[in-house]
Nanobody, 114 residues
Framework: QVQLVESGGGLVQPGGSLRLSCAAS????????RSWYRQAPGKQRELVAS???????TYADSVKGRFTISRDIAKNTVYLQMNSLKPEDTAVYYC????????WGQGTQVTVSS
């Protein structure tokens, strides 16, 4: 059974940066995309950023120009660099790997507050 382990969340002031990591316990085959989602209290889970197996990226309009998704295939890891953080970015962030099966991480809390 593959596990996705996220790290890098925490408390940061507005304007600050965080880098999230999501490492798979073993190699996953036939991946179509690696993504980051987030869910704020009382809201639905939303797609933040995604990177396909070919390297194409997409971003939610709310994070374009501030967040960058990347991957290290050799390390089975996907990253989310978050800059210029805003209070509205506060949420639990989940990584997802979509392939033959759909895998989810356990979530990591990101809180942006002064």
């Amino acid at each position: 059974q593959v596990q996705l382990v996220e790290s890098g969340g925490g408390l940061v002031q507005p304007g600050g940066s965080l880098r999230l990591s999501c490492a798979a316990s073993r190699r996953i085959f036939s991946i179509s995309a690696r993504s980051w989602y987030r869910q704020a209290p009382g809201k639905q889970r939303e797609l933040v950023a995604s990177i396909t197996s070919g390297g194409s990226t997409t971003y939610a309009d709310s994070v374009k120009g501030r967040f960058t998704i990347s991957r290290d295939i050799a390390k089975n890891t996907v990253y989310l660099q978050m800059n210029s953080l805003k209070p509205e970015d506060t949420a639990v962030y989940y990584c997802n790997v979509a392939g033959v099966q759909n895998y989810w991480g356990q979530g990591t809390q990101v809180t942006v507050s002064s």
